[in-house]
């Protein structure tokens, strides 16, 4: 039997942090094909002695000082890679996604090896309407609702260059994957804490609904919710506050998102909560094994 080919998705916050919490360690052993990055914080002449190991690295860090950076780990030198920080004139961003093209949120790679494109995206956290916020019950100061739009925003452009990337794939000849931290958890069994995560950002209504909207039977399907079934996780964030990860009340909001070809070739997954007892994140690296001809 062929070996699988597996890919992973990992927001590392910040990959100085995470190196030193192991992350060089599970990159090595993990085995995977194919890693995509969040959250990697970094400016390229900053990054660690051998911070992506033995991989090829499409980096995007952004402009954004400590903050953002996407990445596509791969074993051969990609075919192609696609950033939002080098404008494309046969393919201009929506309006709504330029603001966020030197922010490091976004990158896609043609693999050389096999027909797919993989891409890594790292939505904004957004915020909650000006009707939801409370001074009483919020960390950061009430805004008015100015990151929640900006989020909304963030979601209609994408959705548009979504669909886009996703029919280029097709035209070439590749199945399209999207891995990454979107922000949003779509359903019920994706937050552990349903009945008070419903006016929380990141479970809105609207997000769940935006989320629900790319994923057809025929566009793209959650490929781990697939796998698990219709049951409670698997979760793949976790406060560092008090007893969440201990007690596994998490959220799932790292996903695989793949056209039908893809999905069907899914065998088997595994969120890896912590490596060598260690946690390397607040998120988990999503693994899943594709079985590919």
Known sequence: MPRPFRIATANINGIRAAHRRGFDDWLA???????????????VDALPEGAFGDYHAAYDAGELAGRNGVAVLTREPAAAVRTW????????LPRALRKHATEGRYIEVDLA???????????????????LQDSKRMREAPDGGAKYARKMAFMAGFARHLAASRKAAAAQGREFLLTGDLNVAHQ?????AYKRSNQVEGFLPEEREWLGQQLTPRTLVDVVRRLHGDAPGPYSWWSWLGRAYDEDRGWRIDYHLATPGLARAARAYEVDRHHLGQRISDHAPVVVDYELS
């Not at 052993?29 to 400016?43: A, F, N, S, Y």
């Not at 920080?85 to 201009?92: F, K, R, T």
């Not at 019920?188 to 552990?192: E, Q, S």
């Open 85 to 92: 920080s080098v404008p494309d004139p046969a393919s201009p």
């Open 29 to 43: 052993t993990r085995g995977c094909d194919v890693v995509t990055l969040q959250e990697v914080r970094c400016p």
């Open 113 to 131: 090896d096999v027909p797919l494109t993989v891409a890594s995206l790292y939505l904004p956290k957004g915020g909650l309407p000006a009707h």
């Open 188 to 192: 019920r069994h994706d937050v552990a």
